[in-house]
Structures are given as structure tokens and as C-alpha cells.
């Protein structure tokens, strides 16, 4: 076997499904965060179109949420040029190492994925198999450019953690430091974002009702109605955070302007203290227009010109895929696998 490939220093690695357009809490929670790794690493990031197909989808309706979805990163902020933006499925090595893992990963630990055990719900028996072995898929993803990190929500702790697990159970297998154990790359400002109609409820592009979400595709006029018909408590504001327990909406309010301000909680609630939302609404209202309505402006002109979107994604594509391809060959020769990967002599 050839001599292993030097590991990446800091190179960072995340994904996005698409499944129609993102909203206020994608962007707060995950988006806005990963325009700002674009500063600190090699940053790669994935439309993660073989992951959609999981569960049923209508072929057209997947292409266009697949160019909705980059072109929401675009406007966001994410750079073509700064960062590798591509879609899953036009590089190959994600599904070829996703075969390996499947042979490394162990029934016990699928078996703990509680995320296949909420999806899949009372039909588990009719889940497919691509569900169930979805997290393989993520390991994948990941591994495939040797990531040393992972930006990750509450909701992908437990994949992070089967991630590490594998490429532990791969490099011990084989007796070889080949892959790295990403790590969490966790942020203080993400933004928990919840409905806009329910402060108990998580802000979601499935909510029947659109006035639950500020979606990135809305103009500045719907932005500004959404947060009037907002549902408030009668109250007024308090001075401290200690004074939105049990207020779930001016909660999720608050929280929502202080992350458009780049601020906190208790900044917000001294500027704020004794008014009611009749003047904290418009106030929201003006910040939350200048700061989604020229994403959304953005977002508009990109999605006129989809071939545009598809040539950024392909551009994409073929730079991950001079990424993976030299991990994947030596994966492969690590493996035993005859073909590109093997630089082994005969009886080696």
C-alpha cells in the first residue's frame, strides 16, 4: 500500500436537504454560521439530494428544491468561490463509501439512531432500507473529504457520534490513522427559532399555516405582515430574560431580534423594557426586512437563471470530487480492492 494522504488541518464539512424552501430558522440556527466558517476553513458544503430520496419525492419537484435550496446559500452568503457547493449525488464517492460503512457499521449501532425510529413511526416495517442505513450515508458524506469538522444542531449530535464510531471501527479494522474523528463545531449564536403562531413549536417548512415562518423567498412586504400577525401575549416587555418564562412568543420574538441584531437577549430587553409590541413589532418588523429582504431579492434573481445555479453545482461537483477521489482510491487499496486504488504489486 502506498503511503497514507496527509490529513487535513481544518476543513469543514455540512449538509442540507432539499425539501422546498428554507426559512428564518434555517438561516439563524445553521446558514448564517456557515457563511462565517468560510473565514476560518476549508469549507465544503452539500446540497444533500441522495438523502431527499429516503423517503418519496417527485423527480421535478426535487430539481427545483435542489436549486432552491443553493440558490438560498448563495444569497446568503455562501461563496461559490470561497467554499466547494455542489449536490450530492453528482459525486460518486459519497454513494461508493457509503458501501464501505454499510460493512464497517454495526446493527446495534443503527439500531440507537432515534431519528429512523421518529421517521419511520408506527409503519417502521414499511421504512426503507435507505432510511434505516441513512446515517451511514452522513458518515459518508463527511468522511469522504477527511472533514475535521462538523457544524451540528441538537438533532445531528447522535450522527456526529456514529460518525466518529465508524472511522474508529475503519481505522482499527484496518490497522491504518486514515480518517480523522471529525468534531463538533458548535455555535453559541445559533438560534433556537420557533412559530411564528406557536412559541411552542419549532419554526417548520411542514407547518400547514405560511404565517408560521418567515419564509427566504419572502418580500419585504410579507416579512413585515408576517411579524404584525405574529402571536404576542399582552404584556409588556421585561427588563431581564428571567422575565419571558412562560412567555413562549415574546420569547421566541426577542430571540428572533436579537439575532438579526447580532445582539443578546438582555440588550434587547434594556432598549425594550416597559414597551409593548405594539412598538416592538414594527421595530422587528424594520429589522427583519433589512436584513431577509435583499436575501429574498437575491434569491429571485438567481432561481430566473437555473442554468446558472446548475453550472455553480457542477462547478461544485468537480472540485469535491478531486477532493474525494484520491481518499476513495486509497480507501480502496486499504480495503483491497483491485482497481485505481490498488498500488500493490501481484501476491502483495
Not at 476543513?11 to 442540507?16: A, E, H, L, T, V
Not at 464501505?100 to 454495526?106: K, L, T, Y
Not at 472511522?167 to 468534531?183: D, I, K, M, S, W
Not at 418580500?219 to 404584556?235: H, Y
Amino acid at each position: 500500500m502506498t503511503s497514507l494522504l496527509p490529513m487535513p488541518e481544518k476543513r469543514i464539512f455540512s449538509g442540507i436537504q432539499p425539501t422546498g424552501n428554507l426559512h428564518l430558522g434555517n438561516y439563524l440556527g445553521a446558514i448564517r454560521n456557515w457563511v462565517t466558517l468560510q473565514d476560518d476553513f476549508e469549507s465544503i458544503y452539500c446540497v444533500v439530494d441522495l438523502h431527499a430520496i429516503t423517503v418519496a419525492q417527485d423527480p421535478q419537484q426535487l430539481r427545483q428544491s435542489t436549486r432552491e435550496v443553493a440558490a438560498s446559500l448563495i444569497a446568503a452568503g455562501i461563496s461559490p468561490e470561497r467554499s466547494v457547493l455542489f449536490n450530492q449525488s453528482s459525486v460518486p464517492q459519497h454513494s461508493q463509501l457509503a458501501w464501505v460503512f454499510n460493512c464497517i457499521a454495526r446493527l446495534g449501532w443503527l439500531n440507537r439512531m432515534t431519528q429512523f425510529k421518529e421517521k419511520a413511526g408506527k409503519n417502521r416495517e414499511n421504512a426503507t432500507v435507505g432510511l434505516y442505513s441513512y446515517p451511514t450515508l452522513m458518515a459518508a458524506d463527511i468522511l469522504a473529504y477527511r472533514a475535521t469538522h462538523v457544524p451540528v444542531g441538537e438533532d445531528q449530535k447522535q450522527h456526529l457520534e456514529l460518525t466518529r464510531d465508524i472511522a474508529q471501527g475503519f481505522n482499527q479494522t484496518y490497522g491504518v490513522e486514515f480518517f480523522p474523528l471529525p468534531e463538533p463545531q458548535i455555535f453559541g449564536s445559533a438560534t433556537r427559532v420557533m412559530s411564528l403562531r406557536d412559541g411552542n413549536s419549532k419554526m417548520s417548512k411542514s407547518d400547514a399555516s405560511d404565517n408560521s415562518r418567515i419564509n427566504m423567498t419572502d418580500d419585504a412586504d410579507l416579512i413585515a405582515q408576517k411579524i404584525r400577525k405574529a402571536k404576542t401575549d399582552p404584556d409588556a416587555l421585561p427588563s431581564e430574560s428571567a422575565g419571558l418564562e412562560g412567555r413562549p412568543e415574546a420569547q421566541n420574538l426577542v430571540g428572533i431580534f436579537a439575532a438579526l441584531a447580532d445582539s443578546d437577549v438582555e440588550s434587547v430587553l434594556s432598549d425594550f423594557a416597559g414597551r409593548g409590541f405594539g412598538e416592538f413589532k414594527p421595530a422587528l418588523a424594520e429589522l427583519a426586512v433589512a436584513k431577509l429582504a435583499p436575501m429574498g431579492d437575491r434569491m429571485r434573481e438567481l432561481l430566473a437563471n437555473p442554468g446558472d445555479i446548475d453550472a455553480v453545482l457542477a462547478d461544485g461537483a468537480l472540485r469535491a470530487e478531486e477532493i474525494a477521489a484520491p481518499i476513495i482510491d486509497q480507501v480502496n487499496d486499504i480495503v483491497g480492492f483491485l482497481g485505481a486504488g490498488s498500488k500493490s504489486g501481484p501476491g502483495s
